[in-house]
């Protein structure tokens, strides 16, 4: 019996997190790594959040 296959994303080839490309482009950005060439493949770990700014204590 066959396993389903992962659904296919295009992501950074470092952390296999997934980025936004559209189709002519050669490169993306990855928060982490920077500018990338993406690649196809299964999502191997969620987006990064956003860091939040810590709040200012007696402002």
């Known amino acids: 019996m ?3 296959a992962s ?3 295009t992501v950074c080839p470092h ?3 997934p980025v936004a490309v559209q189709p002519e482009q ?3 950005h990855c928060p982490e790594h ?3 060439v993406p ?3 299964a999502v191997a770990n ?3 959040q956003p860091m ?3 709040l200012a204590l007696g402002a």
């Open 34 to 36: 920077g500018q990338i």
């Open 15 to 17: 952390c296999k997190r």
């Open 46 to 48: 969620p987006p990064l």
């Open 26 to 28: 050669q490169h993306a």
């Open 7 to 9: 659904p296919v994303h």
């Open 52 to 54: 939040l700014k810590p």
């Open 39 to 41: 690649m196809r493949s």
């Open 2 to 4: 066959m396993s389903p």
